[in-house]
């Protein structure tokens, strides 16, 4: 899975910076009181029946805890202004906590793979899974599909690739909780190792999922360009603006959501300084208000 990137072609689909960190607020404390409930359920009913899989997924569940603190903390410190040192703002703050997301992923993947391996190699101490078990299994699957429906429709609202990210984390914990359900069945039909078996599935998921984000955040750390419709539609308002014959070299990195840009612009050779000046600020201005561009840095080439 890859977070997708989002097209915005027309000033009306504009999503301003406040209206992203008020979305990434809101559904990250929703998450936040889901993950804490599950979790403490998840991990008492875990031990209390013997089922690895339950405990390890309650552990998930945690982690997830920790996950939407970073997020929180990201979308507080993406809002400051530019500064002398961020002369062109603190965006990166959501490539950044992506990429901690990433981090925190692969982690708890690896542990409890490490873990679930352990007990499948010594399954003759696996114990008889109780069947409380299944019941707290399939309320934990239940409540995270519905958490990732509705983080990922507030998600595409913003078009935010951090709270995207965040999203497909909670689908992620939706899967593992299905593993470990089928895992707990199996147990209760008289296969036991199918517990740390599923447990060392839901590990594996997870540490997919967070090469995946951890990958994806590093791009755009290291100045990945925007996708090429966006480039595209950047190129149009160019070729559109007035005084303007034609646009070459254009170049975008991403910025969190946000892009900046440089491009080379053809005005008419015989225009005076002021004039090509007045060109320049005035596509500057347009690709601003129709774009997610923070930023857009001209070169004028006389034709």
Not at 36 to 50: A, D, R, T, Y
Not at 122 to 138: G, T
Not at 144 to 171: C, D, G, P, T
Not at 265 to 271: A, D, F, H, K, R
């Amino acid at each position: 899975m890859l977070i997708p990137h989002f097209d915005d072609t027309h000033e009306d689909d504009l999503i301003h910076p406040e209206q992203r960190a008020k979305a990434a607020s809101k559904t990250t404390w929703v998450s936040v009181v889901v993950n804490l409930c599950l979790s403490i359920l998840q991990i008492l009913i875990g031990i209390f029946s013997k089922s690895q899989g339950l405990v390890a997924d309650g552990i998930h569940s945690l982690s997830d805890l920790v996950a939407d603190f970073i997020v929180l903390i990201a979308n507080h410190f993406s809002q400051k202004d530019a500064d002398d040192d961020h002369p062109f703002g603190h965006y990166r703050f959501e490539n950044a906590a992506s990429f901690v997301l990433g981090l925190l992923l692969i982690g708890v993947g690896v542990g409890m793979s490490i873990s679930a391996i352990n007990k499948i190699m010594h399954h003759e101490q696996i114990a008889q899974v109780h069947s409380v078990a299944i019941y707290v299994a399939a309320t934990a699957l239940i409540a995270k599909e519905l958490l990732f429906r509705y983080m990922l429709r507030i998600a595409k609202q913003v078009k935010s690739s951090m709270l995207v990210a965040n999203a497909w984390h909670a689908r992620s914990d939706a899967a593992s909780s299905l593993v470990v359900m089928v895992g707990i069945i199996g147990n209760l039909m008289g296969y036991p190792i199918l517990d740390p078996i599923a447990a060392l599935i839901v590990g594996c998921i997870i540490l997919k999922m967070g090469v995946e984000f951890g990958w994806e955040a590093l791009s755009d750390l290291m100045d990945r360009a925007a996708d090429e419709h966006e480039v595209e539609a950047i190129r149009q308002t160019f070729l559109t603006t007035t005084g303007i014959s034609g646009v070459h070299n254009i170049r975008s990195r991403k910025m969190g959501d946000m892009i900046i840009v440089d491009a080379h612009i053809e005005v008419e050779g015989s225009l005076s300084v002021r004039e090509g000046h007045d060109i320049a600020v005035n596509v500057r201005n347009q690709i601003m208000q129709k774009h997610r561009v923070i930023d857009v840095i001209t070169h004028i080439d006389p034709v």
